[in-house]
């Protein structure tokens, strides 16, 4: 997290009393402007929608700690996640849209942050075109893929545009705003061996195997990058059959995908906790986790 | 997270909450529990999956436990029995469901406190639910522009990405083998792909992960359901409660 200090003042969460939204939503107890938020309430957004739901009727700093624990989410998650307004200037961006948006493949940021795209792409008449849907409430123009071509001739990048009305009453928020998810198919899916091992069962080699099938590489390449023979490939593509109970190489793909593929934990540490009966454990495993019930006592938040 | 330059109080609100727009639109269920393991936090993906009660579920404490197996509450054995090292970080769950449903995978990882104060209510942890029997809901429409699918080439398509396989899919589609196996061809060639386990995963890395049917207007929130049934648990009580003609 980049923000700041100073900017994160939580004290203004508490409710107008005139038209009950929160302060930092507009509340202001002012008669006119409170009308008028009124008004714009009685739109039904669904972008305020979630704002109240979280700021519901709380007037310690809980919303900010909720807030702030759904940005560490999007930094975790292996899908590029930016806002950006009408003209396309970037105003937040999570982890993974940052690296992509380095990479300058495609898809960059300007020296004053604007998002640019290679030409024929027409992204900001896109951004402008959605969020103008988005204010007439053409539900159907307010959400738009596109894929952008790479100079480099890797896959193109999807950009996945969403619009929400932004009703706030500050005059300098008071605009459209898009809600942008950047996904590159050439990006490597974050999954640690660990937890594939953990999760089916897998031994060593089969889960590097299941890597690489994740990865879209067929049987072929994935003999050639493990330096095995093809016959010991089938064996392991059979074990992980068996162990996931899928019965076609793509079934397995799949599964996969739903089952640890979605969430990146690459470079975190997983404990194993046995819970209910899915696997038996090792012996060294179960007394891993049982030691750590003694560490109760001394748990602290860091 | 990065914000743009010059970025006002005002504005970095606004952003949170399109943060959260951004959480409920994700095919990954997410939770941020507190120290005693309440729920602070649920996205719409995780509502879905507890309503069901099926694997996990809120107890009558407000703490998440698991229905099948020996009854564990997920958070005494998860939070409060961090180990003192600094590297755990996260822990993975399989938690088994009914029969013939595929277990849920559950990460649990520990949230660093961000303020120099020490408050309880601050998220202790953040629960991720990944449940392979969700459908990923991909819209056929959105993979139409993505790769200039034709309809039922779009439908083929969302079925390969269940896991459904190729017989499968001419049953659910009713389409002759051969049929459903020049869709397949046109599918490879627009996707540029040269397996049906490719293409599943290339599906998968540029669309799986966003929920496809994003809902942008709603029109009875006052009730809290929104026109997509139960996937939306949602509550709108500022506006129950505010003076409204």
Sequence with gaps: MTMPQNQLNTSEYSNCKICGMSHSNGGREDAKKCAEIKNKLDMEDIYLTEIANLLDCRSDNRPFYLLMAGFEVLDMLSVGFAVSNISGRVLLSNRTAEQILAASDGLAVTARGFLRSPRGCALSDLIEQTANAVQDQNSELSSVALAIPRPSGKRPLILLLRSVRNVSSEPDIAETLTLLFILDPEMSVAVGMSELRELYGFTRAEARLANLLMEGNSLEKCCHQLGIGRSTACTHLRQLFRKTGARRQSELVSLLFKSIGLVGTRGLLPVLFEIGLARTRSEGRVMKSRSSFAHRGVHTAI | ?245
């Excluded at chain 2, 197996?69 to 029995?81: D, E, Q, W, Y």
């Excluded at chain 2, 009713?174 to 996707?191: G, W």
């Design chain 2, 1 to 245: 997270m990065v914000t743009a330059r010059g970025t006002t109080r005002g504005m970095i609100k606004s952003l949170l909450g399109l943060g959260v727009e951004a959480l409920n639109q994700l095919n990954v269920g997410f939770i941020a529990i507190d120290d005693a393991g309440g729920l602070l936090l649920t996205n719409s993906t995780a509502k879905h999956i507890l309503s069901t009660r099926d694997g996990l579920e809120v107890t009558s404490e407000g703490t998440l436990s698991s229905t099948h197996g020996p009854l564990l509450n997920l958070m005494n054995t998860s939070v409060a029995a961090w180990p003192g090292n600094s590297h755990a970080h996260s822990r993975l769950f399989s938690v088994p469901r009914s029969a013939g449903r595929k277990s849920l995978t559950v990460i649990v990882r520990r949230v660093v406190q961000i303020s120099s104060t020490q408050d309880s209510d601050a998220p202790a942890a953040l629960v991720f639910i990944l449940d392979p029997e969700l459908p990923t809901d991909a819209s056929s429409a959105e993979l139409r522009q993505l790769y200039q699918l034709s309809s039922a080439e779009a439908r083929l398509a969302r079925l390969l990405m269940e896991g459904k396989t190729f017989d499968a899919c001419c049953e659910e589609l009713c389409v002759q083998p051969s049929t459903a196996r020049m869709h397949l061809c046109h599918l490879f060639v627009k996707t540029d792909v040269q397996r049906q386990s490719e293409l599943v995963s290339l599906l998968f890395k540029s669309v799986g992960l966003v929920r496809m049917e994003p809902r942008v207007t709603m029109r009875n929130s006052g009730s809290g359901v929104d026109n997509k049934g139960n996937r939306r648990v949602a509550s709108f009580r500022r506006v129950e409660s505010g003076e409204r003609s």
